[in-house]
Structure formats: structure tokens, C-alpha cells
């Protein structure tokens, strides 16, 4: 999808009713052509849309919440319904892959040996590692997305680091730099279902969200995941759109008065940044894929002037 600058209209200052500007009643002091033009040319430059060169998921969540089994979930779907995406490896531990890897960080630097020739163990080998990418981004990952061209769909698989995503700045400027490249970049934050079992945790999952939302600063959806293994649902629609004010109640129901102040000041935060929100993922069913990536679609605004073709697949047709 490129979005064309509006076409320049100087020339005619047409006025809001259809008559040329000179034949304008306003008085010699007030009217001035030029400026006009050159305000008319300055709105113009600002409503310019920028250029998107491709779209982008960067899938992130706490280690073992699903990241890779999403993707290579998407990567089936999008076969299936003939889109292409390209699924890259940012972890540099990742041993195994169930999808076709499109560009690998351990092409650039491998955990293993970081290992070694450090003496570091596996987080500070990592931490190392995604580091160095950040030093590398104008060398290798530029080099690597030049393979890439408009309108190209890059999923991007993290690891599950949380400090990745809450204050180590590598992620940060990772994004940055594919936003320079002009990616419209979203977050997939995934959060394992079987992971909120009652309220305090699944408060503790919105934090966690949020101090990825605000580190990242991008367009941001929710996903619970495994939902095939939720046996009792009604347990967990609860947590999909739940109302504040039962979350409170249920929260202060949970822990002693002292902690009354502080629930209201979580719940108030997490309604205030639209966190509870949370869209369920059963990779089962192709339905619940295509629902997720059409919300991700929505978000990085792909697919608005691109004519995707999807196959409708039946609800019916997938298993419960
Ligand atoms: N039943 C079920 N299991 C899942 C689902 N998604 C992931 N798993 C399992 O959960 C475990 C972790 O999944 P991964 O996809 O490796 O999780 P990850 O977030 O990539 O993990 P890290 O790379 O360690 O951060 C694996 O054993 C998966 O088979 C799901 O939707 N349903």
C-alpha cells in the first residue's frame, strides 16, 4: 500500500464556495494571496502520508507463552489461505524451527558462542547478543531487509526475556530502526492462558503488557494463548473484557484492606491504558487465527488498499 502525497493544487485557490480567490471580498488588509498559497502548501506537506515500505509483527510475551508456536501457527494459516509472510529468528538461542526461517540473528551472532568466548551464562549471553544486533542494525539488518520490498509482511519471532521488553533499550531501538526503514510495526504481546488463573494474576500479566507498551511505544494487541487447553471457559471470559469495577471488587476481595489504595491505583491504570483487552487465540481453529491476524492487520493498517484474498473458512468447520 503507498499512499501518494496529494497532488499540488496551486494555481486555482478555489474558495470553500467555488469562486477564484481574486474575486474575493476580503479587504487588502486581511487578504494576502502568498501567504495563503504557502499555507495551503504547508497543510498540504503535513497531511503527506508517509511512504510504507512494509508491515511488521514483533511478537513478544514471557518464555513459553507461545511466540514460536504462533508464529509458525500464522506462517501454516497464511500458506493456507495463499498470503505471503516471512518469519524471522530474533532469538539467538532458538535451537528448532517449525516454520521456513526468513532471516536469522544467529546468521549475525550465536548464543553458544557467546557463551564460550564470555564465560557468560545463557541471560547475559542473550542479553549480549540482542546488544549486539543493536550495534549491527545499520550493517546486517539493513542489509537483510533489502531482500525485502513494498508492502512485504515480516513477522518478527523475540525471545522471552522480560527485560528485553520492559528497560533494556536493544528492542527499543531495533523497532526504531525498522520504523526508519518505514515499517508499520505492531506488538503481539502473548499471554499464556493457563497463566491466569485468578485475578491477581492476570493483573499481573496486564503490568507486565504495559511496561512493554510504554517501552516500545507501538501500535499494541493483546493475545491470550492456548486457549484449546481451557477447560472451564467461562472462567477466562471473564478476564477477555472484564469491567473494572468487578476486577477491583474481586481484587480487594483477594488481598487485606491496606491494599484497597493501591488496587484501585492498578485497576484505574489499566483501564486508563485500554489493557484490558485481551484477544483469545486457539490455534485449533483457523477461525481464531484469521480473527487475531485481522486485529494485527487492523492496527498496522494493512491490507487498506491491497486486495488480500482469504478464504473464508466456516466456524462450523473447526473443531471446538
Ligand atoms: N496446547 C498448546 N500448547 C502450546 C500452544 N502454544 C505453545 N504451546 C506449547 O508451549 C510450549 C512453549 O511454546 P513456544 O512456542 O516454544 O513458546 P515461546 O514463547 O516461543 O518460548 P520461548 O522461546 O522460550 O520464549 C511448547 O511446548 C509448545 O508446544 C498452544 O496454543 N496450545
Same mark, same amino acid.
Given at each position: 500500500?503507498?499512499?501518494? =502525497?496529494?497532488?499540488?493544487?496551486?494555481?486555482?485557490?478555489?474558495?470553500?464556495?467555488?469562486?477564484?480567490?481574486?474575486?474575493?471580498? *476580503?479587504?487588502?488588509?486581511?487578504?494576502? =494571496?502568498?501567504?495563503?498559497?504557502?499555507?495551503? #502548501?504547508?497543510?498540504?506537506?503535513? !497531511?503527506?502520508?508517509?511512504?510504507?515500505?512494509?508491515?511488521?509483527?514483533?511478537?513478544?510475551?514471557?518464555?513459553?507463552?507461545?511466540?514460536?508456536?504462533? &508464529?509458525?501457527?500464522?506462517?501454516?494459516?497464511?500458506?493456507?489461505?495463499?498470503?505471503?509472510?516471512?518469519?524471522?529468528?530474533? %532469538? =539467538?538461542? *532458538?535451537?528448532?524451527?517449525?516454520?521456513?526461517? *526468513?532471516?536469522?540473528? +544467529?546468521?549475525?551472532?550465536? @548464543?553458544?558462542?557467546?557463551?564460550?568466548?564470555?564465560?557468560?551464562?545463557?541471560?547475559?549471553?542473550?542479553?549480549?547478543?540482542?546488544?549486539?544486533?543493536?550495534?549491527?542494525?545499520?550493517?546486517?539488518?539493513?542489509?537483510?531487509?533489502?531482500?525485502?520490498?513494498? %508492502?512485504?509482511?515480516?513477522?518478527?519471532?523475540? =525471545?522471552?526475556?522480560?527485560?528485553?521488553?520492559?528497560?533494556?533499550? *536493544?528492542? #527499543?531501538?531495533?523497532?526504531?530502526?525498522?520504523?526508519?526503514?518505514?515499517?508499520?510495526? &505492531?506488538?503481539?504481546?502473548?499471554?499464556?492462558?493457563?497463566?491466569?488463573?485468578?485475578?491477581?494474576?492476570?493483573?499481573?500479566? &496486564?503490568?507486565?503488557?504495559?511496561?512493554?507498551?510504554?517501552?516500545?511505544?507501538?501500535?499494541?494487541?493483546?493475545?491470550?494463548? #492456548?486457549?484449546?487447553?481451557?477447560?472451564?471457559? +467461562?472462567?477466562?471470559?471473564?478476564?477477555?473484557?472484564?469491567?473494572?469495577?468487578?476486577?477491583?471488587?474481586?481484587?480487594?476481595?483477594?488481598?487485606?484492606?491496606?491494599?484497597? !489504595?493501591?488496587? !484501585?491505583?492498578?485497576?484505574?491504570?489499566?483501564?486508563?491504558?485500554?489493557?484490558?483487552?485481551?484477544?483469545?487465540?486457539?490455534?485449533? #481453529?483457523?477461525?481464531?487465527?484469521?480473527?487475531? @491476524?485481522?486485529?494485527?492487520?487492523? &492496527?498496522?493498517?494493512?491490507?487498506?488498499?491491497?486486495?488480500? !484474498?482469504?478464504?473464508?473458512?466456516?466456524?462450523?468447520?473447526?473443531?471446538?
Amino acid at each position: 500500500m503507498i499512499a501518494l =502525497p496529494c497532488e499540488a493544487t496551486a494555481g486555482s485557490h478555489l474558495l470553500p464556495t467555488g469562486r477564484r480567490s481574486s474575486q474575493s471580498t *476580503a479587504t487588502p488588509e486581511t487578504f494576502d =494571496p502568498t501567504a495563503k498559497f504557502e499555507r495551503r #502548501k504547508q497543510k498540504e506537506k503535513e !497531511k503527506e502520508i508517509k511512504t510504507v515500505m512494509g508491515y511488521a509483527q514483533l511478537v513478544i510475551g514471557p518464555a513459553g507463552s507461545g511466540k514460536s508456536t504462533y &508464529c509458525s501457527s500464522l506462517f501454516q494459516h497464511c500458506e493456507t489461505t495463499g498470503r505471503t509472510i516471512h518469519i524471522v529468528n530474533l %532469538d =539467538p538461542a *532458538a535451537e528448532n524451527f517449525d516454520y521456513p526461517v *526468513a532471516i536469522d540473528i +544467529r546468521e549475525l551472532i550465536s @548464543l553458544d558462542d557467546v557463551m564460550e568466548e564470555y564465560g557468560l551464562g545463557p541471560n547475559g549471553a542473550l542479553m549480549f547478543c540482542m546488544e549486539h544486533l543493536e550495534e549491527n542494525l545499520d550493517e546486517w539488518l539493513s542489509e537483510e531487509l533489502e531482500n525485502y520490498m513494498e %508492502d512485504d509482511y515480516l513477522i518478527f519471532d523475540c =525471545p522471552g526475556q522480560i527485560e528485553l521488553f520492559s528497560h533494556v533499550p *536493544a528492542l #527499543k531501538n531495533f523497532v526504531e530502526h525498522l520504523q526508519r526503514k518505514n515499517f508499520n510495526v &505492531c506488538a503481539v504481546y502473548l499471554l499464556d492462558s493457563q497463566f491466569i488463573t485468578d485475578v491477581t494474576k492476570f493483573i499481573s500479566g &496486564c503490568m507486565s503488557s504495559l511496561s512493554a507498551m510504554i517501552q516500545l511505544e507501538l501500535p499494541h494487541v493483546n493475545i491470550l494463548s #492456548k486457549m484449546d487447553l481451557v477447560t472451564r471457559k +467461562r472462567d477466562i471470559e471473564d478476564y477477555l473484557t472484564p469491567e473494572p469495577t468487578t476486577l477491583l471488587s474481586e481484587l480487594n476481595q483477594r488481598m487485606g484492606p491496606q491494599f484497597q !489504595k493501591l488496587n !484501585k491505583a492498578l485497576i484505574d491504570l489499566v483501564d486508563e491504558y485500554s489493557m484490558v483487552s485481551f484477544v483469545p487465540l486457539d490455534l485449533r #481453529k483457523e477461525s481464531s487465527i484469521q480473527y487475531v @491476524l485481522s486485529q494485527i492487520d487492523n &492496527c498496522i493498517q494493512y491490507g487498506e488498499d491491497a486486495d488480500v !484474498k482469504i478464504k473464508d473458512f466456516d466456524e462450523d468447520e473447526d473443531q471446538d
